[in-house]
């Protein structure tokens, strides 16, 4: 599902030839399900450029647009800072749902990177944005997307891209690791603690908090998690119950391991002291907007 690679004589590169944990001794590099967890001087960028250029890959970027969060300022700020340092130098289509083409700000892009507009229409859980969202998402993958790109990533408008997010971040199933929750304890996880919610996780159980404002991979993988997360909200509502996008999020990471985690680096928020741990931000949260 996806548009299809092209055949190569090349073989995708092994994780070894392009990833080198020890490099980063300060930090977690490899998860217990032994997936890489991409902090800066971990990856050796040229290696996967040369395996993903000859493949003439396009990425979909599908930006979250929420209501009293985003203005068209923060929205053209994104997308241009996008336009700027994600996946420079491949094709790039930038995905944007709204519920009126009256709120789109003018967007001027570089070369191999164009956009498309999709309406957003309305569900029958009005007052969950994320559900109305994700199932037009979902629609608008299955009739479009899916036939256009190899790689997808969901992100929210609310952010801006501070140097290059690059094909390193590419995987099956790509997870972003909480700046606010990554250097704390795992008992203090804001998880769904409720056991009748389909996003509960217990306590004492668990790997990372993830942050919902990014998730990427392949097509099929996208479409696993909204599915599952869709089922999820309508069983809640069944048992009289409301959790949030990022709890379903993160318990369907629980049982579904990611195959690639984003460190904080990726998503940092600039209002926080900056640890050492921190090398290089690649996307700074606007938190000014929550």
Known sequence: MGKRLMDQETEEPQLSDWFNPKKRPDVITTTNWLAPVIWEGTYNRPVLEKYYKRLNITIGLAIICVPGKFSNQSLTEFIQSANKHFMFGYNVIFYIL????STMPSIVLGPLRTFKLFLLAKSGIEKDFYFT????????IISHIQ????FLFVMNADQIFKDDFGVETLGKSVAQLSAWWYFKDGDTFPYERRSK???FIPFEEGDFYYHSAIFGGTVEEV????????????QDIENHLSSIYEHHLNKYLFIKKPTKLLSPEYNWDPSFRTPPQIKCVKIAWQSKNI
């Not at 969202?133 to 608008?140: A, D, G, P, Q, S």
């Not at 696993?224 to 309508?234: D, H, P, S, T, W």
């Open 147 to 150: 036939y256009e790109v190899n």
């Open 197 to 199: 919610s389909a996003a």
């Open 98 to 101: 709204l519920d009126g083409f």
């Open 133 to 140: 969202y994700m199932m037009n998402l979902f629609n608008y």
């Open 223 to 234: 479409l696993n998690l909204i599915e599952e997360y869709q089922k999820g909200v309508i």
